[in-house]
């Protein structure tokens, strides 16, 4: 049994609906989608990664009860890319293409409500107003970046997170963490491995699901996928990433909620 | 590790100096102990892997497997050998002068992180100017920021400012800073020291003391914190862990270590495992989570606690192996660790770049991690090397002293 295997065979044990996660995973062990594949993008992930233990009850009873899901992308430092088209390309937009391709017949939208160069704690300051605003089902908190290059206290970090997540859920919306962009140019620099392990204590401690942007970055940049360490200005490489940052967070939040949905692999 | 080398028989010092005050508890060091050289020593090699990102190596070192690591062995030791070394000298020399050598040790210290601190600045600079991304537009901030000589220079040099994986040096240097007076204490006063020491440590976490950093937040070894490790390792080392033998040498103990140290293996590897979190009760994370490592949680220190009490009850004094040559590397690493550990932090960049420039494979990250131990080892056997031939000089020969290095190393 692969590494693979064995995570999905401790989260089959557990699930309801065996049958509708089986779907799932089967999209997200599949993830070389179509502008990935005409770019010739291998950007699969181990199941494992994407697999939690963690639930999403608000989002699969959005999705089943109103068919709709409105996901927030809220949290420290930008999810744009730079540039012309940045937007478009982004996560946040691919990640709504793909949810709306995945699961016909339900109306996803997602707002990036995200300002470059923000502290968790200026993050919160806001949150209450922008949840007020945007009403999510789930809310996509990233984290980890902007607190880590100003080196804001650990303990301090910590207590930020765990406040916004009780915030978030107060506000009647489920929430998926994600950490920091694996950099191995700046690994040195910026104290990734501190911050990145305190969000995953408090992902452990609220159960909630962690998109583990770091570790599925390491992956590709070790599986040879990408080249995250020669300079580079053309954006192509930030596209691709996004896009498949896109694909992996849907198929993560289609396992994790328990979704009907179409495979990754047929479109 | 024991205090059992460090007998309370109150044999009269050597050369008492008239300054020299008669202390409540006095000892005498026994013979070197080298179980503090090997462990010291294998704490050192555990840092290095530790300090190199992206490093398939350190996910077999002692921090995946419990929730202390190298960090707690670096400065418990630390604590131990300096009571060691300056504690018989205050006994002998009196408080000034063996407070003297002391801030002179902190001040050598200081020296070395300024000198890691402009190797961190040579490579930030290369960076800067080599390197570019959209993807990581943000993270690049950073090193516009950190670039600026101006303010980032005079923030290192006041211990504000510290790169990634240089914040045990600037807390070595605080902790030495405020010994003199502890030592003065612990040599008359063991228990009130000891107390006190638990007693900042508790005003620490309850009030939130700190020291700041710059840009933002706080030390991220507040020393306020882990002084009780280091003030513990020189209690233990004062006769401390003697007179408390029995407790440590107690089977009980051994069974409560164990199963602790079980225990926090467990959780810690339900961190990275997601399979083995669902047998972990939730209540119990939420208890435990996070462990903070900037505040020394009891669980890191009783982890730690707990694999010394294994240490000791399995690695006697005597230990024959401790005279093998297989060891003879990791303890001549401990023997020199000052050197050894600035080695370290500078060998664990270069290993970054090698593995960034060259080859990312995992044959190339064991292969950058075998080499920097074998120049870490190479480098000590360098410097023993050159202590003995300078110890053959008769001037230059120390009479009657502990041996500076154990306290890391007389520069």
Not at chain 1, 226 to 242: C, E, L, N, R, S
Request: proline letters at 6%; hydrophobic letters at 50%.
């Amino acid at each position: 049994m692969t590494k693979a295997d064995f995570g999905w065979a401790l989260a089959c044990r557990r699930s309801i609906g065996c049958a509708t996660v089986l779907a799932a995973a089967i999209g997200c062990a599949v993830l070389p989608t179509d502008a990935a594949a005409q770019k010739g993008v291998n950007c699969s992930v181990p199941q494992d990664m994407i697999l939690s233990e963690s639930r999403l009850p608000r989002v699969t009873k959005s999705v089943h009860d109103t068919k709709a899901l409105a996901i927030a992308i809220l949290g420290a430092g930008a999810a744009s890319l730079p540039g012309p088209g940045g937007k478009e390309t982004s996560y946040p937009a691919q990640l709504e293409g793909v949810l709306s391709k995945r699961l016909p017949g339900i109306a996803v939208k997602v707002g990036a409500y995200t300002v470059p160069r923000q502290t968790l704690k200026e993050v919160a300051r806001n949150a209450k107003r922008v949840l007020a605003e945007a009403k999510p089902n789930l809310v996509v908190l990233q984290a980890g970046t902007v607190d880590a290059i100003r080196h804001t206290d650990l303990d301090d970090f910590g207590e930020e997170l765990e406040y916004l997540i009780d915030t978030i859920q107060g506000a009647g919306a489920d929430v998926v963490l994600v950490n920091l962009q694996y950099n191995p140019r700046l690994e040195t620099m910026i104290p990734t491995t501190a911050y990145s392990g305190m969000i995953q204590s408090i992902a452990v401690e609220k159960d909630v699901p962690l998109f583990d942007r770091l570790g599925i970055m390491r992956y590709w940049s070790e599986s040879g996928f990408f080249d995250f360490y020669t300079p580079t200005k053309d954006p192509t490489i930030a596209h691709q990433v996004h896009h498949c940052i896109g694909q992996a967070l849907a198929a993560q939040i289609i396992a994790t909620a328990r979704l009907r949905a179409r495979s990754a692999s047929n479109f | 590790m024991s205090g059992a080398t460090l007998p309370a028989d109150g044999a009269p010092p050597t050369a008492v100096s008239p300054k020299a005050v008669p202390v409540a508890s006095a000892f005498v060091p026994g013979q070197r102990d080298l179980r503090l050289d090997l462990f010291r020593g294998i704490a050192l090699w555990l840092i290095y892997l530790d300090h190199i990102p992206s490093n398939i190596v350190n996910r077999f070192t002692i921090r995946n497997y419990g929730f202390s690591d190298a960090t707690e062995i670096f400065i418990f030791i630390s604590g131990y050998t300096a009571a060691y070394v300056y504690g018989r000298a205050m006994r002998d020399q009196g408080f000034v002068i063996s407070g003297a050598r002391i801030l002179r040790r902190a001040w050598q210290i200081y020296v070395a992180h300024i000198f890691l601190f402009a190797i961190y600045l040579a490579e930030i600079s290369y960076v800067a100017s080599n390197f570019a991304n959209p993807l990581y537009a943000e993270e690049m901030n950073i090193v516009s920021f950190l670039s600026n000589p101006d303010t980032m220079i005079v923030q290192a040099l006041l211990l504000k400012f510290k790169p990634v994986n240089m914040d045990v040096l600037p807390l070595y240097i605080v902790l030495l800073f405020m010994f003199p007076p502890i030592l003065w204490l612990l040599l008359r006063r063991p228990t009130l020291a000891l107390g006190l020491s638990a007693a900042l440590y508790a005003a620490a976490r309850i009030l939130s003391l700190n020291l700041p950093a710059y840009p933002g937040g706080v030390w991220f070894f507040n020393p306020f914190a882990w002084q009780l490790l280091f003030v513990f390792g020189a209690w233990c080392a004062l006769g401390g862990a003697a007179r408390h033998a029995r407790i440590v040498k107690s089977p009980w103990t051994l069974l409560a270590a164990c199963g602790y140290l079980l225990f926090s293996m467990f959780i810690a590897l339900s961190w990275r495992h997601e399979g083995l979190r669902e047998f972990v009760p939730q209540i119990v994370q939420v208890i435990i989570e996070p462990v903070s490592k900037t505040n020394l949680s009891l669980l890191r220190l009783f982890h730690f606690f707990a694999i010394a009490v294994v240490v000791v009850s399995f690695v006697p004094l005597d230990w024959p192996a401790l005279k093998s040559p297989l060891l003879r590397p990791a303890i001549v690493c401990g023997q020199h660790s000052l050197e050894i550990f600035c080695l370290g932090v500078f060998l664990a960049f270069a290993a970054h770049f090698v593995v960034g420039e060259f080859s990312g494979a995992v044959t190339a990250q064991v292969l950058v991690s075998i080499n920097g131990i074998l120049i870490m080892i190479l480098t000590a056997g360098l410097i023993s090397w050159y202590k003995e031939i300078e110890g053959r000089r008769p001037k230059a020969q120390k009479k009657d002293m502990p041996d500076a290095d154990l306290a890391g190393g007389e520069v």
